[in-house]
C-alpha cells in the first residue's frame, strides 16, 4: 500500500510496537506454562494482600479490590497510601533498602507529551493524586518469602508512623 510507513520511520503520533525475536521467543516460552505461571503470580499477590490487610484495617493504605464474581491474572500489586508524607517516606526506605518499590504511573495530564498533544478540560484532581499515592509492589515469579517480606516490611515500618487517614 501506498501510504504505509516503513517500519521505522517516525511520521507522526504514535509508536513503533513490533515484538522483537528476542522477546518473542520468551514470550512463545511463556505461553506454554502461563498456567504455571499465573497460578505462581497470584500466589505472590495473595501473600501481599494477605500481609497488608492489617495496615489497610488501620487506615494507612488502601489495597486492590476484586469485584465479586471477578478473577485477575495477578499481573501487578499495588497499594494506594492515604498520607502523602508516607509516600514520601515509603519512596525514601525502599531506594534505601533497595527494593524496587516503583510509584505506578506519572500524572500524563502534567507531562511534556499533554502539553504539546492534549487539551486537558479539567484539573484531573484524582489523577494527579493517585499518581502521588499509587505504588507498585515487586511481583514476579520466583520471588522468595524472604524478598516478599523484606518489601511488606518497608510498607509496614514506612507507614507505621504515620497519623490515621481521615
Not at 478473577?71 to 531506594?95: D, P, T, W
Not at 499515592?133 to 517480606?149: K, N
Request: aromatic content about 8%; overall charge positive; some cysteine.
Amino acid at each position: 500500500p501506498k501510504h504505509r510507513a516503513r517500519r521505522y520511520h517516525w511520521v507522526g503520533k504514535g509508536g513503533s510496537f513490533a515484538m522483537s525475536e528476542v522477546v518473542a521467543a520468551m514470550l512463545h516460552a511463556q505461553l506454554g506454562i502461563w498456567q504455571a505461571i499465573t497460578c505462581a503470580r497470584l500466589d505472590v499477590w495473595n501473600m501481599y494482600h494477605a500481609r497488608l490487610e492489617d495496615l489497610e484495617g488501620r487506615g494507612k493504605l488502601r489495597r486492590p479490590v476484586v469485584p465479586q464474581g471477578c478473577v485477575h491474572n495477578a499481573h501487578i500489586y499495588y497499594i494506594r497510601v492515604l498520607e502523602a508524607g508516607c509516600s514520601a517516606q515509603l519512596q525514601k526506605l525502599a531506594v534505601e533498602r533497595n527494593i524496587g518499590i516503583t510509584r505506578h504511573y506519572p500524572a500524563l495530564h502534567l507531562s511534556r507529551g499533554a502539553a504539546a498533544f492534549a487539551r486537558v478540560a479539567t484539573e484531573c484532581s484524582e489523577t494527579a493524586a493517585c499518581a502521588d499515592s499509587l505504588f507498585r509492589l515487586p511481583l514476579w515469579v520466583g520471588i522468595t518469602d524472604a524478598q516478599l517480606a523484606r518489601v511488606v516490611d518497608v510498607v509496614h515500618d514506612a507507614l507505621q508512623g504515620a497519623p490515621l487517614a481521615e
